[in-house]
């Protein structure tokens, strides 16, 4: 089976940097994936890593370690708008199923 | 934009009635997925379907749910009897071949609620 963890909740001041962590057990690993929702919506895809390493989209950034099975989803010069629930969630590409994480509230404050 | 349509939006219904939920998918996607998002679970894969044949549903509770697809433009979610435990949010989300993830397409969702 799957194990997708990361934490419930964060909060972190507008302008600031915060970091969201993921850590995760599957067979078949093909990729981690990093989704926003915010309350009363669908999902939106952000980031994702393949490969080992940091993937850097404007302000979002995410960092894959498959050996370690952890990731985690940075977030530069925070805004009062990126308050939302964030989604970790793994691909394993056998059986083609995207499997999440139960997703970390982040509260953005003045 | 090509959208993933969901309906209805909300249902409020009481326990022991059927439920039928729809999803139309983006025209030319031929991999369709349901999922179920409770504060307690967070977002898990009950079902989807490639070509309209379904390849994965042992996240669905077999005596109460159903997942078919009628045709391409039309997938369906059907509990019967509802229960209050399934209250939750439920949504469809669409991909093309070969994309994975990063073609899929999630719809609004539907709010379900069972009194």
């Known amino acids: 089976g799957q194990n997708i963890d990361q934490p419930t909740e964060m909060t972190a001041t507008e302008g600031a940097i915060v970091q969201i962590n993921c850590t995760y057990q599957t067979s078949g690993f093909n990729g981690l994936f990093w989704y926003q929702q915010h309350a009363g919506e669908a999902p939106t895809f952000l980031s994702y890593n393949v490969l080992d390493g940091l993937e850097e989209k404007g302000r979002f950034s995410s960092f894959l370690s498959r050996s370690k099975g952890y990731s985690y989803l940075l977030l530069k010069e925070l805004q009062m708008k990126d308050s939302a629930s964030y989604l970790c969630a793994v691909f394993t590409g056998g059986g083609n199923k995207l499997t999440f994480g139960t997703g970390t509230q982040l509260k953005v404050e003045l | 934009d090509a959208r993933v349509t969901q309906t209805p939006r909300h249902k409020v219904t009481e326990m022991g009635q059927e439920v039928t939920m729809r999803c139309q998918p983006i025209l030319g996607h031929n991999t369709v997925f349901w999922y179920r998002q409770t504060m307690m679970q967070g977002l898990e894969l009950l079902a989807y379907?490639?070509?309209?044949?379904?390849?994965?549903d042992s996240g669905m509770p077999k005596d109460r749910f159903s997942a078919e697809m009628p045709d391409a433009t039309l997938a369906t979610l059907k509990i019967q009897p509802s229960e209050p435990r399934d209250s939750a949010v439920y949504f469809c989300?669409?991909?093309?071949?070969?994309?994975?993830?990063?073609?899929?397409?999630f719809g609004s969702g539907t709010r379900l609620t069972v009194v």
């Open positions: 379907f490639r070509n309209r044949a379904p390849l994965d």
């Open positions: 989300a669409s991909g093309p071949a070969g994309t994975g993830p990063l073609g899929y397409t």
